[in-house]
């Protein structure tokens, strides 16, 4: 029995380029308009070092104009604009699969074949769960540094006032002032959603390409199970859970991703001595990326290896906002379901 092998289907480099390319064309963050591509972390990935400044200007202070007059000895005196800086960490990720030649030629088909068409959903996801742990992070030193003004907290209220709805987000865009318009999506639970679909608040509708997606009052909807959903006293009461849904603005978090510089971004290892010389295929899948939200600089308070991990993203000590708050395009609301 002929078997097709991994490496008569990839041709590694061109692989890498595909994961690449759909990862950018297909999650949900980036068809939301959430996550934009950043051309800036592109390059820099492909540079060395763990980390990189994006240096930007602040917007001009909203002083009042001067009152001109005829008076020649009457000199005016210029404002100044101060110039910030974000600082983005990278991340080298590895993932790979195996598969022993002799259970596919049992099977009748190749594992690894298999595998390869899930990688790019495999990514997809990664990128997703390194974003949310990367706004939990974002809340966390929020809360400890900012006097939580990106935030509104409804779970103290009594009875319905304490649920997610429409009203509720409305009200967690309040910090945001004038920008309020700006808001485009907002992601959330399942169990959120399934209360929100449950009340006719969702509803589907196509991009301009034909594609159809979901919103919840206007606003692009990303479900992901995620975000955070925390047990504040008895498991199998669903009221007793606290849920933190997140509203954006467009271009709310940049982000960029690239194969590595240096090592191969797809590569198949053969191990023709593995099951006694039936042999073992392995596919690796390397990935640089870099996911920043808007207004941060990332702090390096507390990362143990070469790249932060999903739980390392989470914590307050390795993030610190450098911007005003009407200029970060986020809000945060902790509701009951």
């Known amino acids: 029995m002929a078997v097709v092998q991994i490496l008569d289907v990839i041709v590694p480099a061109e692989f890498t380029d595909y994961i690449v390319q759909n990862t950018f064309e297909r999650t949900a963050l980036v068809m939301s308009g959430v996550a934009a591509r950043n051309a800036v972390i592109e390059q820099q990935l492909q540079a060395g070092a763990d980390s990189f400044s994006v240096p930007f200007w602040n917007d001009l202070a909203n002083d009042e ?6 008076n020649p000895a009457s000199f005016s005196t210029p404002k100044k604009i101060n110039a910030a800086k974000q600082q983005v960490r990278k991340s080298f990720l590895h993932q790979s699969w195996s598969a022993m030649n002799l259970a596919s030629e049992l099977a009748g088909s190749n594992a690894l074949v298999r595998v390869q068409g899930r990688v790019t959903s495999y990514w997809d996801r990664q990128i997703q769960r390194r974003l949310i742990a990367s706004l939990e992070g974002i809340l966390a030193d929020n809360i400890a540094s900012d006097d939580e003004d ?59 390409a034909g594609r159809p997606f979901q919103t919840f009052r206007g606003l692009a909807v990303v479900v992901d199970d995620g975000l955070p959903k925390e047990d504040v006293s008895d498991p199998e009461d669903p009221a007793d859970y606290n849920y933190t849904s997140v509203l954006f603005g467009p271009g709310a978090v940049g982000w960029g991703m690239s194969s590595p510089r240096v090592a191969e971004g ?72």
């Open 65 to 70: 104009a001067n009152v001109t007059n005829d």
């Open 150 to 208: 990106l935030v509104l907290d409804i779970t103290g209220e009594a009875g319905d006032a304490a649920k997610f709805s429409a009203s509720a987000v409305i009200d967690a865009t309040e910090s945001l002032g004038d920008n309020l318009s700006a808001v485009s999506a907002i992601a959330m639970h399942s169990d959120i959603y399934r209360t929100a679909l449950k009340n006719d608040l969702i509803a589907t509708i196509q991009d301009s």
């Open 266 to 337: 797809t590569e198949v290892e053969n191990i023709p001595s593995a099951g006694n010389g039936a042999g073992q295929q392995i596919l690796h899948s390397r990935l640089n990326l870099a996911i920043h939200p808007a207004g941060f600089k990332w702090d390096d308070g507390s990362v143990a290896g070469e790249s932060p991990t999903i739980a390392e993203l989470k914590l307050a000590a390795n993030w610190s906002r450098v911007v005003e708050r009407k200029a970060v395009p986020l809000a945060f609301l902790v509701s009951k379901n």
